[in-house]
């Protein structure tokens, strides 16, 4: 297969972190006006929704463009990738700033789909209880943990089922923001994260954002992809040829 220019890579995560953002956070965001102007409260069901669409929208992007760019579309799992030889380090710095701008560009395009109702509701912004900080904190680690263990194993392996990946990735995102978006809203990527509290802050809808809040949830999220890689090192057992060491980030998948 002949080389994929890196420029198209980093345009392909930009349009694949955006169309996370807009689909999972956004269906977060339009559960919220429908609860509002119903006043409907909040439930599992809608909880089972949400974590429907970002099933979808990974499968969908997987397919669309994870032969581009391996669709990443996460930047705790393009920074475990390259821990673990998957991927270039000098790629890392492009594929993170690609991947906080489609989150911050996916964030607006709610706020165009929804409008100010859609501020008012969220807009996708994640939180947890005062006081919760520990649990949030464990949970956020857990949850990106197993994702990034689930696309080691499932996309970066050769010895892994050909193919399965891309439903494998998805869900266990399904399965883990059922589990843990009731304690922090199971962000398990930094920026589908920050993505929604940027866009909401500049749309007026700032009041009431805990930015003290940012810290749980990055050094969550990127330490479990880290300790997620150093995991599968082990019980992968096997160290990829130098000759093919790179191969398999033009397979790997990922998100929330």
């Not at 996370?20 to 006043?39: F, N, Q, Y």
């Not at 996309?155 to 998805?170: E, F, K, N, S």
């Not at 399904?174 to 398990?188: K, Q, S």
């Amino acid at each position: 297969m002949a080389e994929v220019a890196f420029s198209r890579k980093l345009a392909a995560e930009f349009v694949g972190t955006a169309a996370l953002v807009i689909c999972g956070p956004g269906t977060a965001a339009a559960t919220g006006v429908i609860a509002k102007s119903s006043g409907v409260a909040f439930s599992m069901a809608q909880l089972g929704v949400i974590s429907f669409a970002f099933m979808m929208v990974i499968v969908a992007m997987i397919y669309a463009i994870g032969h581009i760019s391996g669709c990443h579309i996460n930047p705790a799992v393009t920074l475990a990738l390259a821990a673990a030889k998957k991927a270039p380090w000098s790629e890392v710095p492009g594929y993170l700033v690609a991947q906080f701008a489609g989150g911050i560009a996916g964030a607006f395009a709610i706020w165009g789909i929804l409008g100010q109702p859609g501020v008012h509701a969220g807009l996708g912004v994640l939180s947890f209880a005062p006081g919760n900080t520990g649990h949030a904190l464990f949970a956020e680690l857990i949850g990106t943990f197993l994702l990034v263990l689930v696309v080691f194993g499932t996309a970066t392996d050769g010895r892994a089922t050909p193919g399965w990946y891309g439903l494998a990735i998805p869900s266990v995102v399904f399965a883990v923001i059922t589990v843990v978006g009731p304690v922090t809203g199971a962000a398990l990527n930094p920026a589908r994260y920050i993505g929604p509290m940027i866009a909401r802050a500049a749309l007026g809808g700032g009041s009431g954002l805990l930015w003290g809040q940012v810290p749980v949830y990055f050094v969550a999220t990127f330490a479990a992809g880290l300790l997620a890689a150093a995991a599968y090192a082990f019980l992968g057992g096997v160290k990829p040829a130098p000759a093919a060491q790179h191969a398999g980030a033009e397979r790997v998948s990922v998100a929330s």
